[in-house]
Every structure is written in structure tokens, then in C-alpha cells.
């Protein structure tokens, strides 16, 4: 099913040459140029069954059963978008229109998208879910990480949840995204039952546990009671941190190993300082300040700074309603101070630090054969054609899928 990014895909043994690669971004300096991106120039790239079997200078590329001309263009990993939030219904025009004639954004709206997601049925969930991924695979993102948060209870969040894995490994639950309706004069009981029935119900299904760490959503002392439960129960912290004013999420998110602090919009020097002395990656999603029409944050700062930075959409019918990487691409080298380089290798092996991974995000022998290729000469064309389709073929574990 091209239309889902399932772990199950087969492929077969078969080899396949993609040649005539004007620019190949492999993310491996040892592999092309020395920069970052290790870019190879009239490259060839060698897929084996679901993996990348060979890179390099197309006149040395081994024979092999198939081939594929690129036709001059442009070939680099497909795109790890290591933030959203498609488990929902319904979506939230008003909103958007009304912050759009000068109403701010406020957290609590992600309560309209609670009720309409709690009255779904499991199949309208699952058909959102797999149209925005079929969205998003048209636009070159081969995996995704998804949370639940909109559903608040045991029993909506782990059925998002099952929902979820259903189509990626990287799971997570954000019962702690609000706290829910019913607890509104009651947040610790909130918090026993996140930590408590929620989390029971929810960790067999998640691999990550997330928390909108901020003001009228939790404090820091809620959110490093809910991290720390799931910790104990094998689920792995990442943090909505720093997204709507200062706070403790990003140190916190440090403190306990997170792999990501996401958003990183109001940083002091303390929280940059932690970050580029840790392994959490600053995880930007300026779709999200794009659509609340808020400051950016500033990557320049953090890459200054030697802290990992990973770009994703934040795709939710709230904040950020976009599936499309090349777009938080174009956004992040206009208003964020990334050049065209950093921003594609945030989207890509920048969402795969994010992940924990190194078997996505590089086109590398022994990773999956997750490729990406434009209607364009170089990755740069990303960033300097903002809005264009480029993406004119995937190939997902394998397996060509656009
Ligand atoms: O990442 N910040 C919290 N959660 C989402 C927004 C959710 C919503 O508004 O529905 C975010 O921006
Ligand atoms: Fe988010």
C-alpha cells in the first residue's frame, strides 16, 4: 500500500541503479565531499532488497539487475519528520481565520480538536491519518513519529495509539498534551491518571512519552513526574518545550536524556547551553510559528552554538497544519538563519538523531533505501523554489512509492 508507511513493507532482493545523479546528498562526509551533507556529484546510488547496498561516482557503480535514470537531478534521503500529530478529527478554520485577523494562539483550542476526536470512529481516525501521510509521502517524508493528545483518556489515547502503530514504530503518547476537560479543577488527578491507568493502558503501544511542557498546559514538576513514569515503564522522554514562553522544559528535557526538546522558541543562554552539552536535539517546527504568526526561533543561535538541530512539520489542525517538510525547509532558511545545507540535513539525518536512528536519514551502505528524488539539480532548490512540487519520485524501504 503506497499510500502508508508501514514497517511491514517487503521488498524484494532485487538491485536496482539509480544513476545519472547530478547532486547526491548522503549525510556521510566520509562518503562525498567533506561537508555535512556528503554531497557526491554525478553520483550513482545501489539498492539492494531494502537497503542501500552502494554509493559513489557513477563511472564506478557495480552492475546491477534494473536501472533507473535520474535524469540529471537531484537525489537525498527521504525526510524524517520527527514531529506531528495526525491522530485527529476535525480541524479548526475558525480559529485559524480568527488568529489571522490578530487573535493570538492558545493552547486551549486543542480542546475543539479533543471532543471531535473522541466522537470519531476508529475508521474515520484511520483514514485522516493515512490521508496525511499519503500528503506527506508526495512530499518525500518516509518516516514519521506521531503522538496521541487528543483523545485524554485511557481509553482514546491508547486506541490513537494503536491507531498509530499501525503505520510507523515511533509511537508517542502525549496523554499529557492538556490536561483533559474533566480535570479542570483537578489537574494533580490528571496527572495520578496520566501516570497511572493512562499510562498502563498506553505503553505497550508507544515507544516515546511526550509532554506539552508550558504554561496552562503542565508545569515542571508535572512533567518530570509524567517522563519519569514513563521512563520506568520503557518509554523513551521527548519534550514540547520553550514553545509559547521561557520555562523548564528544555532543561528538564536535558535532564533526563530526551532525545528531543521540540519547539526551543524562547531559549536563555542556560537552556542553549544545556542543549549543546547534551545528546537532546533541538527539534524546530516552523510551520508551527508560521501558522500562529509567532517569532521564529532562532537555529542560527543553536547551530552557533554546536547544538543538533532537527526540522519537522508539527503537522496538527491547530498549530501547524502542514504535512510538508520542503515547506518548514524554505521557512527555516528565510526566517530562521539556516543555509539551504543545514536545513536539509535537519529534515533528514537531523530527524533521525531526533529518532535515535541511524539506520534512516543517510544514504549510506547498510541503511534503509529511503530516497528522495527532485525535479531539480541540487537539494538546494528546496529552499530556493519555496512552494514548487520537486519531489518527483520515493523510494521507501526499497520500494518505489511516488
Ligand atoms: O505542537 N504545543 C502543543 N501541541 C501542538 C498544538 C496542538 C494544537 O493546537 O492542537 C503543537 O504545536
Ligand atoms: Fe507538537
Avoid at 41 to 56: K, L, M, N, S
Avoid at 268 to 285: F, G, H, I, M, Q
Avoid at 310 to 315: G, Q
Wanted: glycine share 8%; aromatic share 6%.
Amino acid at each position: 500500500n503506497a499510500t502508508t508507511v508501514s514497517p511491514a513493507h517487503s521488498a524484494s532482493t532485487a538491485s536496482t541503479l539509480i544513476t545519472n545523479i547530478a547532486t547526491l546528498v548522503t549525510n556521510d562526509p566520509s562518503l562525498g565531499d567533506t561537508s555535512p551533507l556528503g554531497l557526491v556529484q554525478d553520483a550513482a546510488v545501489v539498492i539492494e532488497g531494502d537497503r542501500i547496498a552502494w554509493t559513489g561516482d557513477q563511472s564506478k557503480a557495480p552492475a546491477t539487475d534494473n536501472r533507473v535514470d535520474a535524469g540529471g537531478r537531484a537525489v537525498l534521503p527521504g525526510f524524517v519528520d520527527s514531529h506531528s500529530h495526525l491522530v485527529f478529527a476535525g480541524d479548526r478554520t475558525q480559529e485559524f481565520n480568527a488568529r489571522m485577523s490578530g487573535r493570538p494562539y492558545s493552547a486551549g483550542g486543542i480542546r475543539t480538536t479533543v471532543a471531535a476526536t473522541r466522537a470519531a470512529s476508529d475508521e474515520e481516525l484511520e483514514a485522516n491519518v493515512t490521508r496525511y501521510l499519503a500528503e506527506a509521502l508526495r512530499q518525500g517524508t518516509t518516516t514519521f513519529e506521531t503522538k496521541s493528545g487528543y483523545g485524554l483518556t485511557a481509553h482514546d489515547e491508547s486506541r490513537a495509539l494503536r491507531i498509530a502503530a499501525r503505520h510507523t514504530d515511533e509511537v508517542t503518547f502525549l496523554g499529557a498534551h492538556i490536561v483533559a476537560p474533566e480535570f479542570a479543577e483537578d489537574p494533580a488527578g490528571y496527572v495520578a491518571l496520566v501516570t497511572g491507568g493512562m499510562l498502563d493502558a498506553c505503553a505497550p503501544h508507544a515507544r516515546w512519552i511526550d509532554v506539552f511542557c508550558e504554561k496552562g498546559a503542565f508545569d515542571g514538576d508535572q512533567a518530570r513526574a509524567i517522563l519519569t513514569a514513563g521512563k520506568a515503564r520503557g518509554l523513551h522522554p521527548r519534550v514540547h518545550a520553550n514553545q509559547l514562553s521561557y520555562g523548564p522544559g528544555v532543561r528538564l528535557a536535558v535532564e533526563l536524556d530526551a532525545a528531543s526538546a521540540d519547539h526551543c522558541t524562547h531559549l536563555t543562554d542556560a537552556d542553549v547551553d544545556a542543549l549543546a552539552n547534551s545528546r537532546t536535539v533541538a527539534t524546530l517546527l516552523p510551520g508551527a510559528e508560521f501558522s500562529t504568526r509567532a517569532e521564529w526561533p532562532d537555529a542560527r543561535r543553536l547551530l552557533d552554538a554546536g547544538v543538533t538541530v532537527a526540522l519537522s512539520t508539527d503537522c496538527n489542525p491547530g498549530s501547524s497544519f502542514t504535512s510538508s517538510v520542503p515547506f518548514c525547509i524554505a521557512l527555516a532558511v528565510r526566517d530562521m538563519g539556516m543555509t539551504p545545507d543545514e536545513a536539509v540535513w535537519a529534515a533528514t539525518a537531523g530527524g533521525a538523531a531526533a529518532l535515535r536512528r541511524d539506520d534512516i536519514g543517510r544514504l549510506t551502505p547498510g541503511a534503509y533505501a529511503d530516497l528522495t528524488l527532485l525535479d531539480a539539480p541540487s537539494h538546494v532548490h528546496l529552499a530556493y523554489r519555496p512552494g514548487v512540487p520537486l519531489v518527483s519520485g520515493v523510494w521507501r524501504r526499497g520500494e518505489r512509492v511516488v
